[in-house]
């Protein structure tokens, strides 16, 4: 099942999320086969700000222990993370349902 993770990073911490990022980005590649789609959210002046995770795991407890996990999180980037399931009707621009 599809979930979309945002995560809020807490004001002013520009500086622990690029200290924190090689261990961010080393944990996603062990969960590749999982991860359909991630990126930083941007703020107004293009700085990342957030992340934005669409991951394919078998529920919604799932999805939340793969956030936790994240080093981001164990590093107390996070203001928030949001969980959602979701249901993809484009990829490419192709209509899948």
């Known amino acids: 099942m599809l ?3 945002v995560c809020t990073d807490k ?3 520009l500086d622990l999320r ?10 996603l590649e062990t969960y590749q086969s999982k991860l359909v ?5 941007l703020d107004h002046d293009g700085r990342p700000s957030g992340s934005l ?13 793969f956030a936790e ?4 999180n164990r590093a107390g980037l996070f203001e928030s993370v949001l969980i959602r ?7 490419d621009g192709e209509k899948l349902a």
């Open 3 to 5: 979930f979309v993770l």
């Open 11 to 13: 004001p002013g911490s």
């Open 18 to 27: 690029l200290a924190t990022r090689p261990s961010h980005l080393a944990y």
């Open 37 to 41: 789609q991630g990126g930083a959210l």
């Open 53 to 65: 995770l669409i991951v394919d795991v078998a529920d919604r407890a799932e999805a939340a222990g």
């Open 69 to 72: 996990a994240d080093p981001y």
């Open 85 to 91: 399931p979701y249901r993809q009707v484009f990829r």
